[in-house]
């Protein structure tokens, strides 16, 4: 039976041939939480009484990192004691947002199934595994079980086309997809990217993308396990692994095949409150705004930067205006630092905060006060996500971000690129 590849790595993990719609127990390979999420994991494990662990874990402390409260202060030693009693990995302060350090270290391979404690952990789709987000309380049961149950998603197919203007970047283009599907529009299913453009997109933007499926409600993304993703992970396993990419069959069935051509995408602007609202940022030309941030786990990755700094490069953020600036690990903060980026930042007025996701979702580092506008690189703009509900929040990609902050006001970037 030909199948799509979320039915093949799903079917590898149950030891038995799946179709869309079956459910499944399957082997997870690799799970996880961060601060957020695993104080609820480790009050389950030690309800469960568990001398050991059945599935490969680690923690990530990148919400609130470094702690900015006494509350918090105690999950993050709670997390602490957990990884040396249990004599688990954990990234503290400091390592970076969960998608990004995870990737970095070489742990997840194509044809993977992962599970995380974080609703962005569709993010590793980018290295083809079939990635998720799911409770606490799921993830405690991985932990003692090392297996979980899925029901196999239906695939829908979106190919990506055309020549990529000017100032249209990966952001761009999943913020126009997720505005045309709709915010539930994929709701549960998964999502394999194909086409001209995904193709000549390198790794930091295949990242965004996969990152923001959970925008339009899909359990996973995949992107092609291509000589990019190859190149990208080779030195990050060290030789250890084999690759073997998971490709789904020509003859498989989906549930629906959604095409793109994005020769004439302009610089898209999510409004607020919701991610599916995107338009040109044309047409928002001279809204005023107080607050630009630029990082998170769809935004805060090397090119990203570079593409913020080749903006920002001899410019000044606006009179009145805050530009924060989140990498979104330790390496990729190192990287900058080697080539300048933050040098230029800095020259232009910007505050670099610790690598973390902080201000994307409002424990601290960025809190805008009420009636404030703020555009931002990030992946949600709900209606209290950065921590004020009587705030509001632009999505747009790191070069409108960044020109944005140089005006005061949401500016379309390409004059500045």
């Avoid at 480790?42 to 609130?64: N, P, T, W, Y």
């Avoid at 410019?315 to 530009?323: D, F």
């Avoid at 690990?329 to 080539?339: D, E, G, N, V």
């Avoid at 996500?385 to 960044?402: E, K």
Wanted: glycine share 10%.
């Amino acid at each position: 039976m030909s199948k799509t590849i979320a039915e093949k790595i799903l079917s590898a993990h149950a030891g038995r041939s799946l179709k869309a719609g079956d459910f499944a127990i399957c082997k997870i390979d690799f799970a996880f939480g961060q601060d957020g999420t695993s104080s609820i994991i480790i009050d389950r494990v030690k309800e469960l009484g568990l001398a050991g662990l059945q599935a490969k874990f680690c923690m990530v402390i990148d919400h609130s990192a470094p702690s900015p409260s006494e509350g918090v202060s105690k999950v993050h030693k709670k997390m602490r004691d957990f990884a040396q009693n249990y004599k688990t990995m954990l990234y503290d302060i400091g390592c970076g947002v969960c998608h990004q350090v995870i990737p970095e270290s070489g742990e997840v391979l194509p044809g993977d199934l992962v599970f995380g404690a974080d609703s962005h952990t569709c993010t590793y789709g980018a290295l083809g595994a079939f990635s998720t987000g799911v409770g606490s309380t799921d993830l405690a049961i991985t932990l003692a079980t090392g297996r979980n149950w899925l029901k196999v998603p239906e695939t829908i197919k979106i190919i990506v086309k055309g020549k990529i203007p000017k100032g249209i970047f990966a952001k761009d283009i999943i913020l126009y997809i997720i505005t045309d599907i709709g915010a539930d529009g994929a709701t549960y299913k998964a999502i394999e990217f194909c086409g001209s453009v995904i193709d000549q997109l390198d790794m930091d933007g295949r990242f965004t993308i996969s990152n923001m499926v959970v925008e339009m409600g899909a359990k996973a993304g995949f992107m092609p396990v291509d000589k990019k993703t190859i190149a990208w992970l080779k030195p990050r396993i060290k030789g250890k692994e084999k690759i073997t990419p998971v490709i789904a069959d020509k003859d498989a069935v989906y549930a629906k095949t959604l095409e793109y051509d994005i020769s004439k995408l302009k610089p898209q602007v999510s409004c607020p409150h919701s991610v599916d609202s995107a338009v040109n940022a044309d047409s928002l030309k001279g809204t005023v705004i107080q607050q630009a941030f630029l990082g998170t786990c769809t935004n805060g990755r090397l090119q990203d930067l570079k593409i913020a700094a080749a903006v920002l490069k001899g410019k000044k953020v606006a009179s009145g205006m805050r530009l924060i600036i989140a990498p979104s690990s330790r390496s990729i903060f190192q990287q900058a630092l080697k080539l300048g980026l933050v040098d230029t930042f800095i020259k232009a007025g910007a505050v670099i905060v610790a690598p973390g996701c902080g201000p994307c979702v409002g424990t601290h580092n960025g809190i805008p006060a009420d009636g404030e506008k703020v555009i931002s690189t990030a992946n949600r703009n709900f209606k209290g996500r950065m921590g004020n509900p009587s705030a509001f929040i632009y999505l747009a990609s790191p070069a409108t971000v960044a020109a944005s902050a140089i005006t005061g006001k949401i500016t379309d970037p390409r004059k500045y690129l």
